[in-house]
């Protein structure tokens, strides 16, 4: 007989490395241990900061790789924010999402489509054609619950009457925010019409079937019996409102590429840290996006002197409002830092191998902004954090780093936001030469994520689980 075609599934991350390498690894895992075919679909439009790096190790050759075409974007106004810019690509995509989503439908057995949470406006398409859609989460549970806190409490709102978040904000599972601890989309006013939008968009989460979440049980232990619990008082028909269920299933990171290992490729990082003491080097880099103004970068500069410690700092251009023509990052850094800090330091511009960096056994202490894919590395690696958040939801995950897992310290900004040089040089040594609680618990959350993934482990069950329903899913529809 004719071997039956394997299942397909369709992944839909939004651009940036940041959300395309999780997904990677969520295909490569469909693929290895589910007996899927895979397609990672991407936008031809966009292309993040550091995806060119990003790209070609974490994509592995069992997965396949369909590009969207380009669609017209030039007629967007200069100024709109990057949210905007992105959900009108979405939207302007659809149609091709669309056509392309019908004809892997036609030529294959398509058993899901995953579309990543901004990509949500994908979900009527897969209505339309019948089979499951599950959202894919490159953040956390609490953003997760977040989400749903949002949906819950506009519940029957007409557009128009958006309610504000009342703080400080208790989300299931016991984590507690204070206004500014809160992503700034989601402190919402009536006003805001980007707050209107994020209402639009995470109402629509409510069309997916189920969230896959990159974070694991013992990264949020309370935040995910919360969602347990109150999966089971939806599934008793207990509770008037119902959200999909979550499922989480990380860490997903960017493996470190095996080839380039085994070739033993090296950068100047690498070969610096090589060169260093075990467990002295703190490690500072602020992610793919995130930039310090010029007076901060100033006095990032003076603190990491001030602290005497060993330091690798990837410099990224720092943002101007005038604009400048300069475009070393590292002309920016003060008059004979350089020269002052050589052989204890070392300035990189713009991008460093990350993963390699954590997983060197120089790397001591992460200063990072704590976005969650800078966040899984760290924990993955067992290096503890002096967490410095800027955007996003990552003051959210700095509070779990802080005051749940005790894995950070949190810098103190001074009133205006500026964090100052004494307090850098500070919080650096207490991180480094402190007492090693941070550093303990670091290695236990270590052991914790190596086993979400071992082989009872609770991600791969969950992602068993999941599997499960849909291979059920076509069975069912292959019998009628
Ligand atoms: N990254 C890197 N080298 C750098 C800076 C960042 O490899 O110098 C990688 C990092 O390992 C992570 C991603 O870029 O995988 C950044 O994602 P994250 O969610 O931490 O922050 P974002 O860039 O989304 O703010």
């Keep these: 007989p004719k071997e039956r075609p ?4 369709v992944l839909l991350p939004s651009p940036g490395a940041g959300h395309l390498i999780p997904m990677a690894e969520l295909a490569r895992r469909l693929v290895e241990l589910h007996g899927f075919a895979a397609t990672i679909v991407t936008f031809t439009n966009l292309s993040g900061p550091g995806d060119a790096h990003q790209l070609p190790p974490c994509l592995h050759a069992s997965v396949a790789v369909a590009a969207l075409p380009a669609v017209q974007m030039d007629d967007l106004p200069a100024n709109v924010h990057d949210g905007r810019v992105l959900a009108e690509l979405v939207r302007r995509s659809l149609p091709n999402i669309r056509a392309l989503l019908r004809s892997i439908n036609c030529t294959t057995l398509l058993a899901a489509v995953v579309p990543d949470f901004l990509c949500s406006m994908a979900l009527p398409v897969t209505a339309e054609l019948g089979v499951p859609g599950y ?5 956390n549970l609490a953003m997760v619950a977040l989400t749903r806190h949002i949906v819950e409490l506009h519940e029957g709102a007409a557009p128009g009457d958006y309610r504000d978040v009342a703080v400080p904000l208790e989300l299931p599972g016991g984590v507690s925010l204070c206004s500014a601890d809160i992503p700034d989309a989601f402190r919402g006013s009536f006003a805001n019409p980007r707050y209107a939008k994020l209402v639009e968009l995470v109402r629509s989460y409510r069309l997916a079937d189920g969230m896959l979440v990159n974070t694991f049980y013992d990264m949020e232990p309370a935040t995910a019996e919360a969602f347990e619990r109150l999966a089971a008082e939806q599934a008793a028909g207990a509770s ?15 493996p470190t590429d095996p080839d380039e290992a085994a070739a033993g490729a090296s950068t100047p990082c690498l070969e610096w840290l090589d060169r260093q003491p075990v467990g002295s080097v703190v490690y500072v880099a602020f992610g793919s996006g995130g930039a ?7 006095e990032l500069a003076a603190g990491l002197e001030a602290s005497g410690q060993r330091f690798l700092w990837v410099v990224r251009m720092p943002s101007t409002d005038g604009g400048s ?15 002052r800090t050589r052989g204890r330091g070392l300035a990189v511009a713009a991008w460093a191998p990350q993963v390699r960096v954590l997983s060197h056994p120089a790397t001591a202490v992460f200063v990072s902004h704590c976005g969650w894919n800078s966040t899984l590395e760290s924990v993955g690696c067992g290096v503890p954090m002096l967490a410095w958040p800027l955007y996003a939801e990552q003051r959210m995950n700095a509070v ?4 749940k897992l005790g894995v950070a310290l949190r810098v103190a900004p001074a009133v205006g936001g500026l964090v100052t040089r004494h307090e850098i040089a500070k919080a650096v040594k207490e991180v480094v030469e402190g007492d090693q609680k941070l550093r303990r618990r670091a290695e236990d959350l270590q052991k ?8 009872e482990g609770p991600s791969r069950r969950a992602l068993e689980e999941v599997a499960v329903k849909w291979k059920a899913a076509l069975g069912r529809e292959s019998n009628t």
């Excluded at 023509?325 to 020269?339: K, N, S, T, V, Y």
């Excluded at 779990?400 to 005051?403: A, D, N, P, Q």
Aim: glycine share 4%; no cysteine; proline share 16%.
């Design 135 to 139: 959202l894919f989460f490159p953040s």
């Design 448 to 455: 914790a994520a190596a086993r979400a993934w071992s082989p």
């Design 240 to 254: 008037a409102f119902s959200y999909p269920p979550v499922f989480p299933v990380g860490p997903f990171v960017r």
């Design 400 to 403: 779990i780093l802080e005051e």
């Design 292 to 298: 310090l103004s010029v007076e901060q970068t100033a």
């Design 325 to 339: 023509d300069e475009d070393d990052p590292l002309a920016w850094l003060p008059e004979g830092f350089l020269e």
């Design 6 to 9: 394997r299942p397909h599934v």
